[in-house]
């Protein structure tokens, strides 16, 4: 059969009501059948309101939000300071996002693209230095502590797989998290197609982990770091609710689960995931000055999450 054969052997079976037939120029609409995000994003960059971002004490300033994107830069933070760097420590300013505070103007200075996790490196206060994207400033950090996370005969492994998931977390994420949890109405077609992505990826990372203890090589780094907050997220249910049962993962990524558990239990990790979060009773740290915030926070269930 061909396939104009096979288009009109099927038409018949659409439901015209439900298709949906693009404009010939598409305009942004928000209506009733917009999510609650909507009203936030717009397909237009830049500023919405005057506000200058906060500067605290240390010379790294970061503006965030504990998304797993802004986990990664938290935790590596957290690791920095666990081996006695104390050159790494800052200050972390929440960034909230049911108050637009992405689009105020001090924060497009340091991001124009309006995404946490951003961060200023005021070292050199004549000249200083802005880093966005949270891959970018994990590899910022770690050159800048010389090369802390990246041992220098795996480093082009390393920059394998952080760039690896800076390019696949979105299928993860923007994919199957939004349409399986956020999208207003559940669609097969979307989380069909993004649930096969997901698990594909999963089982990328269950091949790996099948025959070394970290995603590069036997050590722990960067690219740990950086994929851990998401894909140890949906393995240890802890990103999208009924997630870890819907993609099967303790059947079919054992060699995941075990590797998101023992990060999980690195001390820097508990103290990073809670950084810039304002919300559940299982710890919070909207704001982070000083190792002391940490003081009398408790997190329940911390080695799990």
Same mark, same amino acid.
């Given at each position: ?71 990664k ?7 920095l300071?666990?081996?006695g ?14 108050q ?24 050199? +206060?004549e000249?200083?230095? =802005? ?5 970018? @400033? $994990?590899?910022?950090? /770690? ?26 977390a ?31 990826q ?15 090589c036997?050590e ?6 950086a ?5 140890g ?11 870890k ?12 689960i075990?590797?998101? +558990?023992?990060?999980?239990? =690195? ?5 990073g @995931? $809670?950084?810039?979060? /304002? ?8 704001n982070?000055?000083d ?6 926070i ?8």
């Amino acid at each position: 059969m061909s396939k104009r054969q096979l288009d009109e052997s099927t038409s018949d079976t659409k439901d015209p009501s439900t298709s949906y037939v693009p404009p010939k120029v598409w305009k942004w609409i928000v209506d009733a059948n917009s999510n609650k995000w909507a009203t936030i994003n717009r397909p237009t960059a830049g500023p919405r309101s005057i506000k200058e971002l906060p500067v605290g004490k240390h010379a790294l300033q970061l503006y965030s939000f504990a998304t797993p994107n802004g986990k990664k830069v938290t935790i590596m933070l957290e690791e920095l300071l666990q081996m006695g760097i104390q050159e790494a420590d800052y200050d972390a300013w929440l960034i909230d996002f049911a108050q637009q505070e992405q689009f105020t103007s001090g924060f497009c200075k340091v991001n124009p693209n309006s995404k946490i996790p951003a961060l200023m490196d005021y070292t050199d +206060k004549e000249k200083p230095v =802005r880093v966005f994207e949270s891959g970018a @400033i $994990l590899l910022y950090l /770690s050159e800048k502590f010389n090369n802390a996370f990246m041992p220098i005969e795996h480093r082009q492994e390393i920059l394998n797989w952080l760039f690896w998931q800076m390019g696949a977390a979105p299928y993860l994420g923007g994919g199957f998290g939004h349409f399986f949890q956020y999208a207003k109405e559940k669609q097969q077609y979307p989380i069909d197609r993004f649930t096969m992505e997901a698990k594909r990826q999963l089982d990328v990372l269950n091949n790996v982990l099948k025959d070394q203890a970290y995603i590069a090589c036997e050590e722990y780094t960067i690219a740990d770091i950086a994929i851990w907050p998401w894909y140890g997220g949906v393995v240890l249910g802890n990103l999208y609710d009924g997630s870890k049962e819907f993609l099967n993962v303790e059947e079919d990524y054992p060699h995941v689960i075990r590797w998101a +558990k023992k990060i999980a239990e =690195r001390e820097a990790v508990k103290r990073g @995931i $809670l950084v810039n979060k /304002s919300w559940g009773d299982d710890g919070q740290l909207p704001n982070r000055h000083d190792a002391s915030d940490f003081d009398g926070i408790t997190n329940a269930n911390l080695s799990n999450k």
